[in-house]
C-alpha cells in the first residue's frame, strides 16, 4: 500500500466526497460522490475566501444541508470532521502520508479544489483565531467592523444604549 501511495493513489478509507471506482489502468480511483463533492468544495472555498470565518460557521454550513450525511442523531457535525475535511490534501489532488514517510505530491484523482485554495486555506487555520460572527451585524450595527477610529485605527464598536 506504501508503494501505490508513492505512486500517488489514496489508499485508506474513502473521504467525504470522494468513493472508489474501479478505472482501467488505475485500479481502484477516487470519483467524485455528488452532490457530497459539490458542497465541501463550497465549504472550503468559502473558507478560504472568507465567507466562512470560522470552522463552526463552515459547520453550520454544512449541517444546513440536506444532502449532507450528519454525524450525530440531532442532525449535528463532530468537530472532528470538520477539521478533518480543511486540513486534508487530498480535496486538493494530493496525497501525503507522515506516518509511511510518503511526503505531499501529486495524485491521480480529480480535486475538488485548487492546491492554491489548500495552501489559502492552511495559512488561516494557522492565523489567529476568529471570534465567531455576531448575529446582529446586519439588523442594528450595519457598520459594524467596517468604520475604524480616524486617530487610533482600531476598528469601532456598537452597543444598544
Known amino acids: 500500500m506504501r508503494a501505490r501511495m508513492m505512486n500517488g493513489y489514496w489508499v485508506f478509507a474513502t473521504p467525504m466526497g470522494y468513493r472508489y471506482e474501479r478505472v482501467s489502468g488505475h485500479g481502484k480511483l477516487l470519483v467524485r460522490d455528488e452532490p457530497k463533492a459539490s458542497i465541501i468544495a463550497e ?3 468559502g473558507y ?3 465567507r466562512f470565518e470560522t470552522k463552526a460557521e463552515v459547520r453550520r454550513f454544512l449541517e444546513n444541508q440536506p444532502q449532507f450525511p450528519k454525524d450525530l442523531p440531532n442532525g449535528q457535525i463532530r468537530d472532528q470532521r470538520i477539521a478533518d475535511i480543511l486540513t486534508r490534501a487530498v480535496y486538493a489532488g494530493y496525497v501525503e502520508s507522515p506516518n509511511w514517510d510518503v511526503p505531499l505530491r501529486q ?3 480529480e480535486p475538488l479544489i485548487s492546491f492554491q485554495t489548500y495552501q489559502k486555506i492552511q495559512e488561516r487555520l494557522k492565523g ?6 455576531k448575529a446582529n451585524i446586519r439588523d442594528d450595527f450595519p457598520l459594524r467592523g467596517f468604520v475604524t477610529c480616524g486617530d487610533c485605527g482600531h476598528l469601532l464598536t456598537s452597543c444598544w444604549s
Not at 489567529?128 to 460572527?133: C, L, M
Request: hydrophobic share 45%; glycine share 14%.
Open 107 to 109: 495524485g491521480h484523482h
Open 128 to 133: 489567529n483565531a476568529k471570534a465567531p460572527a
Open 43 to 45: 465549504a472550503l472555498e
Open 48 to 50: 478560504a475566501a472568507g
